[in-house]
């Protein structure tokens, strides 16, 4: 397999290196991630500015390229330029913390998988929930690493449909022996107390974004509901983001051509 492989923490995250150690014993892997941590930029992509890829040294010894791009952006480079068109699957992560129910809306991560979703290349976002209180400076990737390699591997075999990617999300468990799996939908998770209110040194105000979690119990089969059980969430998500419930409704609002006043009959 040619494995593109990128995040949202930057080129120097412990979870991405990780992740391409065990990718290596599945294919060869190609490393396209930020030059620096570009978490919650959602799947926006650079229009206003050159784009570049800077080769970088991995601490293993291992090559790979450092853009100053989004993820998404690393992801449309990586394939087109550094692969040649050439890759069969999309890694983003390992992530440092959860992207679980509507947090796909703002995660880098889970962008850089839709990207290659976007291009038609099957793809994978991978999260680590780590909580509040444990720094990623202290934890090891490597035991949950190994199962993105499995994934792949399973990826290989049996195929995903088209412009579909999965979002993995792995509970911290440092002490377990197993985790169990579950295919989940996706979950409900708000964020409130959202805009920090602050002062500079000379009274100006000015505001800090980020929130926290509401504390609601999460529902049954959603990925949220997984990962506070203890198992590995995989969620299929696909990009086609239309309401079908609600079209019959709307189709039941009488409408009328619109009527464009002053144009000529």
């Known amino acids: 397999m040619r494995i593109l492989l990128t995040n949202d923490d930057g080129v120097q995250a412990a979870g991405l290196h990780a992740a391409r150690r065990a990718l290596a014993h599945v294919g060869e892997v190609f490393v396209v991630a930020p030059e620096r941590p570009r978490s919650a930029v959602g799947h926006s992509i650079t229009l206003h500015k050159p784009l570049r890829l800077t080769p970088v040294a991995l601490p293993d010894g291992a090559e790979g390229y450092a853009c ?17 068109g050439r890759c069969d699957l999309v890694v983003s992560g390992i992530n440092a913390g959860a992207n679980l129910g509507w947090d796909v809306v703002y995660s880098g991560t889970v962008a850089g998988a839709r990207e290659g979703a976007v291009i038609g290349i099957p793809s994978l976002a991978v999260s680590l929930c780590l909580p509040e209180n444990v720094p990623a400076g202290t934890v090891s990737f490597e035991p949950i690493a190994a199962f993105i390699g499995q994934v792949a591997t399973r990826i290989q075999q049996h195929r995903l449909p088209p412009h579909v990617l999965l979002n993995i999300n792995i509970p911290y468990r440092p002490d377990a022996s197993e985790l169990p799996i579950a295919i989940t939908r996706q979950g409900r998770r708000e964020y409130v107390n959202r805009i920090a209110v602050r002062e500079d040194p000379y009274g100006r105000p000015y505001y800090w974004l980020g929130g926290s979690v509401r504390p609601e119990e999460p529902e049954p089969g959603s990925d949220v509901y997984a990962v506070q059980h203890g198992a590995i969430s995989i969620t299929p998500i696909h990009l086609d983001m239309t309401a079908y419930s609600l ?19």
């Open 247 to 265: 079209m019959e409704t709307l189709q039941s609002w009488n409408w009328e051509p619109f009527r464009v006043e002053g144009a000529t009959p």
């Open 68 to 84: 100053n791009g989004t993820p998404a952006d690393c992801v449309a480079l990586g394939y087109e330029v550094v692969m040649g």
